[in-house]
T-cell receptor, first 112, second 116 residues
Framework: AQSVSQHNHHVILSEAASLELGCNYSYGGTVNLFWYVQYPGQHLQLLLK??????LVKGIKGFEAEFIKSKFSFNLRKPSVQWSDTAEYFCAVNSNTDKLIFGTGTRLQVFP | DTGVSQDPRHKITKRGQNVTFRCDPI?????LYWYRQTLGQGPEFLTYFQNEAQLEKSRLLSDRFSAERPKGSFSTLEIQRTEQGDSAMYLC??????????????FGPGTRLTVL
């Protein structure tokens, strides 16, 4: 069965610090990979997605993620975080079925 | 607002009561999904429709849960004989199977259910 692991449950950073959130998935076939973000009081929004092609994917608000097939990983990065990036971040995967399998999420707090 | 909408946003009910939630997807989207999210967890898939056909149901979905999408537009999720363990945020999402947008799901604000 597919599963997604997010290793960092709670991350606290100061503004301008660099961010990397880990995501590993278990599935041997072709996958589509996603990062969703949930800002306080708002609904889930897509940050970025990987379907095929260039394994380095750029998303909104300066976020990027790198798909490393050999490591079954899809880590999210941002070189310099802002206070407004405070949110919960979810990694998700799907493959031959249409349902999304989500990780447990990482809560990011950015202090000014 | 042309996003996914859900109604109600909050529902408080007593154990044993039935509840029904509604989801209106983005108008041109033919796929509609239901997920459940509990505190500290990511959303868990419950079921999804393509047009009016229910294509997949999770093993999480007990017999007390039923979902419909009668005309391929809005959907309802009903929980019968609610239990305290049903307390969660129920999320709806929609997507299109059109070229270039496959599998990108857009989420609604959710319905928060509290069972007393």
């Amino acid at each position: 069965a597919q599963s997604v692991s997010q290793h960092n449950h709670h991350v606290i950073l100061s503004e301008a610090a660099s961010l990397e959130l880990g995501c590993n998935y278990s599935y041997g076939g072709t996958v589509n990979l996603f990062w969703y973000v949930q800002y306080p009081g708002q609904h889930l929004q897509l940050l970025l997605k990987y379907f095929s092609g260039d394994p380095l994917v750029k998303g909104i608000k300066g976020f990027e993620a790198e798909f490393i097939k050999s490591k079954f990983s899809f880590n999210l990065r941002k070189p310099s975080v802002q206070w407004s990036d405070t949110a919960e971040y979810f990694c998700a995967v799907n493959s031959n079925t249409d349902k999304l399998i989500f990780g447990t999420g990482t809560r990011l707090q950015v202090f000014p | 607002d042309t996003g996914v909408s859900q109604d109600p946003r909050h529902k408080i009910t007593k154990r044993g009561q039935n509840v029904t939630f509604r989801c209106d997807p983005i108008s041109e989207h033919n796929r509609l999904y239901w997920y459940r999210q509990t505190l500290g967890q990511g959303p868990e898939f419950l079921t999804y429709f393509q047009n009016e056909a229910q294509l997949e149901k999770s093993r999480l979905l007990s017999d007390r849960f039923s979902a419909e999408r009668p005309k391929g537009s809005f959907s309802t999720l009903e929980i019968q004989r609610t239990e305290q363990g049903d307390s969660a945020m129920y999320l709806c999402a929609s997507s299109s199977t059109g070229t270039g947008s496959y599998n990108e799901q857009f989420f609604g604000p959710g319905t928060r259910l509290t069972v007393l």
